[in-house]
T-cell receptor, first 114, second 113 residues
Framework: SQQGEEDPQALSIQEGENATMNCSYK?????LQWYRQNSGRGLVHLIL?????REKHSGRLRVTLDTSKKSSSLLITASRAADTASYFC??????????????FGTGTLLAVQP | KAGVTQTPRYLIKTRGQQVTLSCSPI?????VSWYQQTPGQGLQFLFE???????NKGNFPGRFSGRQFSNSRSEMNVSTLELGDSALYLC????????????FGPGTRLTVL
């Protein structure tokens, strides 16, 4: 079953606006990652945040993590048409499962209108 | 460094056939993971290889298998193909292993008729 559930499933904004997408997960984690997928560049790693971190920045990206609520958010500021893509969160399984693996969420489809 | 490469990019097979997909990781990366991506199930972990050994395996039937060579290149094999195996198969390599930053290849689009 999916560990992460992204919200919203789809988001449409205008260039220059900010985009916020959320990820909720079910079990304790050690880190959470965000990935972007578009037809041009495939699936690309954006940022990794550890469970003892609350916020992390990378360029126009800002990620927050609230382990008490088992949720994370990805904020893209000053969006561009090139940000149009699907965004996925990925979590580990707490390192305690029978199989160690990354579990990807269902994704948020972001469309940035020029 | 060159990125992760996968061959072939597209493949059409019929039910009952078998298929082999290939992945060349980023130089120096010993961990190679395989994922299946479908519209209905999303991205699902198949297995991870590290130094020629399968280290982790997802919840897929035994028809799905893989191997890794001494140069870290990996192959994935699916036998007795079913219509439901139609998917994008993604390979990812990592320095840190299955929990670290994954570098994905472009994928192989498999269509089973």
């Amino acid at each position: 079953s999916q560990q992460g559930e992204e919200d919203p499933q789809a988001l449409s904004i205008q260039e220059g606006e900010n985009a916020t997408m959320n990820c909720s997960y079910k079990t304790s984690i050690n880190n959470l990652q965000w990935y972007r997928q578009n037809s041009g560049r495939g699936l690309v790693h954006l940022i990794l945040i550890r469970s003892n971190e609350r916020e992390k920045h990378s360029g126009r990206l800002r990620v927050t993590l609230d382990t008490s609520k088992k949720s994370s958010s990805l904020l893209i500021t000053a969006s561009r048409a090139a940000d149009t893509a699907s965004y996925f969160c990925a979590t580990d399984d707490g390192y305690g499962g029978a199989t160690n693996k990354l579990i990807f969420g269902t994704g948020t489809l972001l469309a940035v209108q020029p | 460094k060159a990125g992760v490469t996968q061959t072939p990019r597209y493949l059409i097979k019929t039910r009952g056939q078998q298929v082999t997909l290939s992945c060349s990781p980023i130089s120096g990366h010993r961990s190679v993971s395989w994922y299946q991506q479908t519209p209905g199930q999303g991205l699902q972990f198949l297995f991870e290889y590290f130094s020629e050994t399968q280290r982790n395996k997802g919840n897929f039937p035994g028809r799905f298998s893989g191997r890794q060579f001494s140069n870290s290149r990996s192959e994935m094999n699916v036998s007795t193909l079913e219509l439901g195996d139609s998917a994008l198969y993604l390979c990812a390599s990592s320095e840190q292993g299955v929990y670290g930053e994954q570098f994905f290849g472009p994928g192989t689009r498999l269509t089973v008729l």
